[in-house]
């Protein structure tokens, strides 16, 4: 497992790179203008004040924004939805790429269980997704010093546990697609389908109470933003924790118990067709 | 449990489907032989092969390589056993040294670098350039070191020379010889006849999922078809072979000149000539692809009779 650790991390390293830079650069842009939004607080809520009310309502509402926590929740809501993309991507490739190009016969040709290789490639993705949040969270707080926000490194940190929570949700629930839905990209199409309509149920739930029971359904609704600074609601993080969990374990167990697909093959019409034909065949036999 | 053999599959079913991959594939491969399974694409050739390494899962009957059941223990089986999948396909952006390197990895151990190397030098093979520059049988020939180098106790190889050219085909048949004779069992899945026929003492001839034949390679060519040309040196009676066993008169030409199939032993064809003066007699000697062929002809015409 360790090998295979190692060895899918390595693989993550320019992503890693590639992401942790591009968000840490957001928060090293982002950061200082607090102090800009402090200076000119009377025009940014005049500014804010003429914004269509329905806009102001899908982002959360108006009350707080020059709030710390206001502040950070307005430049951090779509974090997840980059994040995700990512997090998606990688979470439906994890094996499936490998065994769609049919790399993944050689590698189980070798004395590793498929459990292992499952666990080992899981944890490097969960490690790469926590190291591009590290590079972002020092973006993030290499400013703070010069900052009005009046926030700790530690208090920045909580925000952005709650944004992996909700990544690795999606990344999860990307690798379960992958192990259930016929090709790659239809697992990573629903997952990020899902995730954007996540997005923008949370907001439009703002809007219409009516679409608030459908939004939680899905694991956006469970971001704190930029109110984690004053703690971390555990039950939501809990809660996206062990969904991510639970997507894992099914995933990894349909792994367990299915067919390795030669390159180009579908899983799910191949599985599907031969239990229907087991099942024609016990009836009549 | 050495006395057990390097293969050995009862009644071993699968589906893809409505497909029917095996049915019932009975099979034992002994160790420290060389097997070749021959069969055409779709006869279930590989199918058997990734149910042996415990990358499908057999929907009925039993499978057993070196005493272990590949579903109950597919660590062990895999730790013993070399394999060669039929379609290689490689990281595109690692080198032959990398790719041996974490395959080497997956089994706890270091490569064994003066073995890859002597591989390597004897199958031409540059371990330092990405595989996305290497040509088709170049990739094999990296899918050959990793298969070989750890030394197995089985080797299963589909197609091993397939895009590789004539002179390091040789070789890899001498690599087999030399696993053999190191104590490893192979088996091998192959079209190319002629290198089945040069190295396989047995031969299992696989069709639509069952085996249909199995038997030492030299035995069931033997048993194979000839055609023989008979010059003789005066006129002989036009119907002076027809009835000896096992005989067929394809053409006779002139009175001179006869062309006859001969099924099994030519025998009772050489004391039949005896009583004629014959001047030139000319075999064709019979091949595994004969062979396979008149299994897969006779399929074709049972078909088309039902």
Redesign the interface.
């Known amino acids: 497992m360790k090998?295979?650790f190692?060895?899918t991390l390595l693989r993550f390293r320019g992503r890693i790179v590639a992401w942790g830079l591009a968000l840490g650069a957001l928060g090293l842009l982002v950061v200082p203008f607090y102090n800009v939004y402090l200076e000119q607080e009377e025009q940014m809520l005049q500014l804010i004040e003429n914004y269509p009310p329905e806009v102001m309502a899908f982002f959360g509402g108006t009350a707080d924004i020059m709030s710390p926590e206001g502040f950070l929740d307005g430049q951090m809501s779509t974090l997840p939805l980059i994040l995700g993309i990512f997090a998606v991507l990688a979470g439906s490739a994890l094996l499936a790429t490998d065994e769609e190009?049919?790399?993944l016969?050689?590698?189980?040709?070798?004395?590793?269980?498929?459990l292992s290789l499952f666990g080992g490639r899981l944890a490097a993705f969960v490690a790469a997704t926590i190291a591009i949040l590290t590079v972002c969270w020092l973006g993030f707080c290499i400013p703070l010093s010069g900052s009005s926000l009046g926030v700790s490194w530690g208090q920045m940190a909580l925000p952005f546990l709650s944004v992996l929570a909700v990544v690795l949700a999606f990344g999860t629930l990307a690798l379960l697609l992958s192990m259930m839905l016929s090709s790659r990209r239809k697992a990573a199409a629903t997952s990020g389908g899902l995730m954007a309509a996540g997005f923008f149920l949370s907001g439009l739930s703002n809007l219409n109470a009516d679409l608030a029971p459908f939004a939680r359904l899905l694991p956006y609704e469970y971001f704190q933003g930029g109110a984690a600074i004053h703690g971390l609601n555990l039950v939501w993080l809990g809660g996206l924790l062990a969904a991510s969990c639970v997507f894992s374990a099914l995933a990894g167990w349909r792994f367990q118990?299915r067919?390795?697909r030669?390159?180009g093959e579908g899983s799910l019409?191949?599985d599907h067709?031969?239990f229907?034909?087991?099942l024609r065949r016990s009836l009549s036999g | 449990m050495t006395n057990t053999p390097a293969i050995l599959t009862r009644s071993l079913t699968k589906s893809y489907g409505q497909v029917e991959a095996l049915r019932g594939l009975d099979l034992v491969v002994q160790r420290g032989e060389i097997f070749g399974f021959l069969g055409p694409n779709g006869a279930g050739k590989t199918t058997t092969i990734r149910c042996l390494l415990d990358l499908i899962r057999p929907d009925g009957g039993t499978a057993s390589v070196l005493g272990l059941d590949p579903q109950a223990d597919p660590v062990g089986v895999r730790s013993r056993v070399g394999y060669l999948p039929g379609e290689l396909h490689l990281e595109d952006n690692l080198t032959g040294r990398k790719i041996l390197r974490y395959l080497s990895a997956l089994r706890s151990r270091a490569v064994d670098w003066d073995g890859a190397h002597v591989l390597a030098e004897r199958l031409r093979l540059d371990l330092d350039i990405p595989v996305k520059n290497l040509s088709k049988g170049n990739k094999q020939k990296i899918g050959l070191v990793q298969a070989l180098v750890h030394k197995p106790e089985l080797l299963l190889l589909d197609e091993p020379t397939s895009g590789l050219d004539p002179l390091v085909q040789q070789e890899v048949l001498a690599l087999l010889r030399e696993a053999k004779a190191d104590g490893a069992t192979v088996f091998f899945c192959s079209h190319i006849m002629s290198e089945v026929e040069a190295v396989a003492e047995r031969v299992g001839i696989i069709r639509r999922g069952q085996l249909v034949e199995v038997a030492d390679t030299a035995a069931l060519i033997d048993r194979a078809v000839h055609h023989v040309k008979v010059r003789f040196q005066s006129a002989v009676d036009d119907h002076a072979l027809d009835d000896v066993p096992g005989v067929t008169v394809l053409s006779h030409e002139d009175p001179q000149n006869v062309t006859v199939k001969v099924e099994g032993e030519m025998d009772a064809l050489i004391k039949a000539l005896a009583g004629f003066p014959v001047t030139r007699l000319e075999t064709t000697r019979a091949s595994l692809e004969d062979v396979f062929l008149a299994y897969y002809q006779s399929d074709e015409v049972s078909a088309e009779d039902s």
């Open positions: 090998a295979v190692l060895y190009s049919g790399r016969d050689l590698i189980l040709a070798h004395p590793v269980s498929r118990r067919d390795i030669v390159g019409g191949i067709l031969a229907l034909s087991r």
